[in-house]
């Protein structure tokens, strides 16, 4: 049977709704992995909640208090961690047996030893990709899933980002993007960007993840450098942002073929779906949602046509605590 699509939903202006409440964790901690790795996490909300983990960005991003106020905490039992090498999870940085199948397994890790039987997968940007694979993989543990800003990671994708495509809509930006690379070596913008960032030498790896991030932050909003995010200028977090997601578009996010995430989409069919879509998101441009929406009709699929990629810009908030709201029935 041939699959239609029909018009996303449009959000609406009026009547928007806001984030929740400012809450604080109820419990925190470091998970082992069996390896070099150990795992930040962290649980808010109602202990006896229904379960959901929401899913960072970047690749190299980390989990902040906004997050966790896109669900209720009175009704929802959140888990956020750090992904390997981000924020507070340790060694940080690193990028030693960090690739999408060790974050998966990190995922299912954490689950168990939570003693979840099946939880929802909130995720954002790279948290979509990261969402996708999982559910993939996993489709007995995933309850629904709540995506924005889709990613599927294909060398498409990766060229309009880092080689001919945002760069005609910022050529401001993309000026200062290109400067730390020779112009002989501008044809691989990602492959000279992974080169520098993982030099020996710390100052060649700063002044490369300097520009990496604002190439993202001048991109990420309609709003303009107001939403860029604060901690893109500070180099730590700049240096483990840039290494890692540098790391795994060098790698083509580890997918043994490009298109990976739409051609094991079957697999996720029965699961319920929310996607967020900013009209205007440069990051991670609209095809790719459209793409998945085509490929799972049976997800709900809302385009918010005042946005960008930043999750807090007031429609995104809007439609993805409506989508949070709805995914409580299922």
């Known amino acids: 049977m041939e699959r239609t699509t029909p018009a996303p939903a449009v959000s609406s202006l009026a009547g928007r709704r806001g984030l929740y ?4 964790p109820f419990a925190y901690g470091w998970l082992p992995t069996g390896g070099p790795h150990e795992i930040f996490y962290e649980e808010c909300g109602r202990p006896d909640g229904k379960p959901a983990v929401i899913l960072h960005g970047g690749p190299g991003g980390a989990i902040n208090p906004t997050m966790r106020r896109f669900l209720d905490p009175a009704r929802w039992r959140m888990t956020l961690f750090d992904q390997r090498g ?4 340790r060694p940080n940085a690193s990028l030693e047996d960090n690739t999408t199948w060790s974050l998966i397994e990190d995922i299912e890790r954490l689950r168990e030893h939570l003693g979840i039987e099946k939880w929802t997968v909130f995720g954002g940007s790279w948290g979509s990709t990261l969402a996708l694979a999982y559910a993939i993989k996993h489709p007995d543990r995933v309850a629904g899933l709540i995506l924005r800003g889709v990613f599927l990671l294909t060398d498409r994708e990766l060229g309009w980002f880092y080689q001919d495509g945002a760069s005609m809509l910022f050529p401001d930006a993309w000026e200062r993007f290109c400067a730390p690379i020779p112009a002989a070596e501008r044809a691989d913008m990602i492959g000279a960007y992974h080169r520098r ?6 100052k060649v790896q700063a002044e490369a993840a300097a520009a990496w991030s ?13 939403a860029r995010p604060s901690k893109f200028n500070e ?7 840039a290494r890692i997601e540098c790391h795994f578009f060098a790698n083509r996010g580890f997918f043994p073929e490009d298109g990976w995430i ?5 697999k996720i069919r029965g699961i319920p779906g929310w996607i967020v879509q900013g009209r205007f998101d440069v990051v991670t441009p609209m095809e790719a949602a459209w793409k998945l929406k085509t490929a799972w009709p049976e997800a709900r699929f809302e385009v918010v046509w005042d946005a960008g990629h930043a999750s807090t810009e007031p429609g995104i908030v809007d ?3 409506r989508a949070t709201d709805q995914a409580l029935a299922v």
């Open 21 to 24: 409440a400012d809450n604080e």
């Open 262 to 266: 739409l051609k094991n989409i079957d």
């Open 197 to 202: 960032l993982t030099h020996p030498d710390r």
């Open 235 to 241: 180099i730590d977090f700049a240096i483990a942002f």
């Open 214 to 226: 604002q190439w993202e932050g001048d991109t990420i909003s309609i709003r303009g450098p107001e």
């Open 319 to 321: 439609a993805l605590v």
């Open 86 to 89: 981000c924020g507070r999870s």
